[in-house]
């Protein structure tokens, strides 16, 4: 039955915007409006509000309702919430219930299959959402909620520099939260190619792929598919310590646009490549690059890991060597060098002195070590990413986050500027109009490699 004296309870209408329920009988209506508002509050997630007998019935879902179909989520009832609610947006203020910022992501009709205490099965007619949908009470106030039909293989042949590809299940959603499909990845990499396949020229790629989107599982894939196209350039390369106690794996050299965008329709979201290079005849060549990863422990942030991005770059310079900074995509940064050394532990080396020389002058804020028990507060300065057997996420990679951000080249500026992580947070369209206005910020990354001091 529709009751408004949970939400009257929670909510103090001299300290929060939120709309005041008019006294009296509950509004009449068709029980076919419906509302989604995106809302910031301790963590973001997706208030779903279906009209009903006078109220919102509503549901917390923290990942949305952009899915595949046959896709479940957890969805969590709440109160009723009025009908002036389906309008509202606004800030809710911190201290108070749900307090965060609220905007409306949705809003159409609906029409009802069934309704009963324990099943809702209704079809939205939305500007996003549109399909049919089944919310499942499971205990408390825990539902599901699952969309309707069967996913449909779909494909669609394309010619790429020549090369025809066959692309699939383009209208797959990969990134829920932002409604970012495969054919968006794919348009996406199309459009970065210029830049990001010279920073995957010569190098193993490492690809890691989320066939199912970024909320479903995800695997590294070295070894190339043997449904890989003939035209692919590969390299067998050795693989010491290989999990799959391999001495050797072929592997991927993306040096195309073709083979970008059959790796992105494999739905290959990151690249991950080495610090060095390959010469043609797979000959494996000492690194051209060193690597600070900086990784922001708990309570630490992208903004901590910009001050140590700093005194790193201080370091560099008393050894006439320059960083090049760029976003992790995630939720830290790295700091290219490019080097020539010919022995390919001294880049590890390297990295591991000016790591502990931080960590050594400011234990509070800095760590040199892995173990997560010491990182709490701090940020890692992670040197070991230039042993020859790992890789880093190359720049222009999307990332497998929550919206579909890149690891993206930065300037120093930039750097000294940030104040919050969103101030260095980009996405796929971001990288585009920054591209447009700075061009590659890498561009001349290889063009003066310096020599380390001897050790």
Same mark, same amino acid.
């Given at each position: 039955m529709a009751d408004l004296r949970e939400y009257r309870r929670k909510r103090d209408a001299r300290r929060t915007p939120e709309p005041v329920p008019a006294d009296g009988p509950l509004p009449v209506g068709d029980?076919?409006?419906?509302?989604?508002?995106?809302?910031?509050?301790?963590r973001l997630h997706y208030d779903v509000r279906l009209e009903r007998d006078g109220v919102l019935v509503s549901w917390a879902v923290p990942k949305g309702l952009l899915m595949n179909p046959g896709s479940v989520r957890l969805a969590v009832h709440t109160e009723?919430?009025?009908?002036?609610?389906?309008?509202?947006?606004?800030?809710?203020?911190?201290?108070?219930?749900?307090?965060?910022?609220?905007?409306i992501w949705d809003r159409g009709t609906y029409e009802t299959h069934k309704w009963t205490d324990y099943e809702v099965d209704v079809s939205f007619h939305g500007g996003k959402l549109d399909g049919r949908y089944v919310f499942i009470h499971k205990e408390d106030k825990d539902w599901l909620v699952r969309k309707r039909g069967k996913q449909v293989t779909t494909s669609t042949m394309v010619e790429v520099e020549g090369r025809r590809l066959k692309l699939t299940n383009l209208e797959k959603i990969l990134y829920p939260a932002d409604g970012f499909t495969k054919a968006h990845v794919i348009d996406y990499y199309r459009q970065v190619a210029p830049v990001l396949l010279a920073h995957l020229a010569g190098r193993p790629v490492t690809l890691k792929r989320f066939p199912d989107g970024v909320d479903s599982q995800s695997f590294f894939e070295k070894n190339v598919s043997r449904h890989a196209p003939e035209w +692919? =350039?590969?390299?067998?390369l050795p693989t010491p310590g290989s999990s799959r106690g391999a001495e050797t794996l072929d592997f991927a050299m993306l040096d195309d646009l073709a083979g970008l965008v059959w790796a992105a329709n494999l739905a290959a979201l990151e690249f991950h490549v080495p610090q060095w290079t390959v010469g043609p005849r797979g000959g494996v060549r000492p690194p051209d690059l060193l690597v600070f990863d900086l990784d922001p422990g708990p309570d630490t942030t992208v903004v901590e890991c910009c001050r140590a991005a700093l005194l790193i770059r201080s370091i560099l310079a008393e050894d006439n060597l320059v960083g090049y900074p760029k976003t992790s995509g995630s939720k830290g940064m790295q700091l290219y060098v490019p080097v020539q050394v010919r022995d390919p532990e001294r880049t590890s080396e390297y990295a591991k002195a000016v790591a502990q020389r931080l960590a050594s002058a400011d234990p509070d804020r800095y760590v040199a070590v892995m173990a997560k028990a010491r990182r709490a507060g701090r940020v890692f300065?992670?040197?070991?990413q230039n042993n020859p057997?790992?890789?880093?996420?190359?720049?222009?990679? +999307? =990332?497998?986050r929550e919206r579909p951000t890149v690891s993206t080249p930065v300037t120093w500026r930039e750097v000294e500027r940030c104040r919050e992580p969103a101030d260095l947070t980009f996405t796929a369209p971001d990288v585009l109009? =920054? +591209?447009?206005?700075?061009g590659d910020l890498l561009a001349d990354l290889h063009q003066n490699p310096g020599r380390l001091p001897r050790s």
């Open positions: 029980d076919d409006v419906f509302v989604v508002q995106e809302h910031h509050a301790t009723d919430h009025p009908m002036e609610y389906a309008s509202f947006e606004g800030d809710i203020p911190k201290k108070e219930y749900g307090g965060g910022h609220v905007s +692919l =350039r590969t390299m067998t300065v992670d040197w070991s057997a790992k890789t880093t996420v190359a720049p222009y990679s +999307l =990332r497998a109009a =920054r +591209l447009d206005k700075h």
